[in-house]
């Protein structure tokens, strides 16, 4: 009785200290973002731009366990939003929160439009026709040259700015990346505690089991690829507005399975484990770059191993936002 006693009381000085170790590192990494050079600060960027799809994307396959091969469509609706409004494509230049509000409604209407077909399917067959979807929007903007541009893409986008205050420097959309993660990740999170998200959840369990005890599993699906679909367009439309280009070969198959990667390898279903797996697909190749021709080597057997050691991701499903507010502020 005594060991399970002590026990007990070392796991909450435990979580305690991971999770003041987690904030601490956080903000010191943010803290020193504005003094590093303009190089670092894009990747960076980068990474913040893939956690963003890594939390929408987590929403169809994390919560509602639905596999989508062809999130990176969303990706490019939103980018493709920014490139057509503002820029002299067609002669609009509309605001840049507009368009990130044209851009999370199109998306959203997307994501309604891919999960209407798709909602008796499961497994094997969801993936191949997800996959398939995204394919399409790729070789719809590809050849629909006097909209998108074709392979030649949109150049000369507007600078965005926000009520007066113009965001065209990479520290800029540093903050206005980490400030939309958080927010949106907050979002995320509030919706994985509420009834829809319980509802999720008993979908991804056992979808009949679901249906039978009187949840719509109709609505709770087209919901998730609403609220996924959404996200990821507002990512693309931040990620135009940054490159002031968009062109096809951003939106490929491989963008989308490099963010089921970040999700299956940092844990699935928990938001800090999109973080660590982001953390490790975008920048670890970036730190082996001078190992060109052995890094994706390297990269491949850490996540084979990875894999074999950590089957559930590095990240644990019961390591979340509560325990970190939990370990923080002892509530």
Same mark, same amino acid.
Not at 134 to 153: A, F, H, K, S, V
């Given at each position: ?28 990494l943010i803290m ?108 719809i903007i590809n ?59 008993a979908i991804r ?73 982001? $953390? ?28 074999? $050691? ?22």
């Amino acid at each position: 009785m005594a060991a399970a006693d002590t026990l007990a009381a070392a796991r909450p000085r435990a979580n305690r200290t991971i999770s003041w170790l987690v904030f601490a590192i956080a903000i010191a990494l943010i803290m020193a973002t504005p003094f590093l050079p303009n190089y670092h600060v894009r990747v960076l960027n980068s990474l913040l731009i893939y956690i963003l799809l890594g939390i929408g994307l987590n929403i169809v396959i994390g919560y509602t366990g639905l596999l989508d091969l062809g999130f990176v469509a969303f990706y490019a609706v939103g980018a493709y939003s920014y490139g057509l409004l503002a820029s002299p494509q067609l002669g609009l230049h509309m605001p840049f929160l507009l368009i990130l509000l044209v851009a999370a409604c199109l998306g959203a209407v997307t994501g309604i439009l891919l999960g209407i077909p798709v909602l008796r399917l499961r497994g094997d067959y969801l993936a191949i026709v997800t996959l398939g979807f995204g394919e399409i929007i790729r070789i719809i903007i590809n050849n629909l040259d006097w909209l998108t541009g074709g392979p030649q893409g949109i150049a000369r986008l507007d600078k965005a700015s926000i009520l007066g205050i113009q965001i065209a420097r990479p520290i800029d959309f540093f903050w206005l990346l980490l400030i939309t993660v958080l927010i949106v990740g907050t979002v995320v999170w509030r919706l994985e505690r509420s009834i829809l998200g319980k509802a999720w959840a008993a979908i991804r369990e056992d979808q009949d089991a679901a249906r039978g005890i009187g949840i719509n599993t109709t609505n709770a699906k087209l919901a998730a690829f609403a609220t996924s679909a959404t996200i990821g367009s507002i990512a693309g439309a931040i990620f135009a507005a940054s490159q002031r280009f968009v062109s096809p070969e951003s939106f490929t198959l491989q963008e989308s399975v490099l963010i089921v990667l970040m999700i299956v390898v940092g844990g699935i279903g928990n938001i800090f484990g999109i973080v660590a797996g982001a $953390a490790i697909l975008i920048l670890l190749p970036e730190l082996l770059r001078e190992f060109a021709e052995w890094r994706i080597l390297f990269l491949g057997l850490l996540m084979i191993s990875l894999i074999i $050691a950590r089957p559930a991701g590095i990240v644990p499903r019961s390591f979340g936002p509560e325990k970190l507010i939990r370990g923080l502020f002892g509530k």
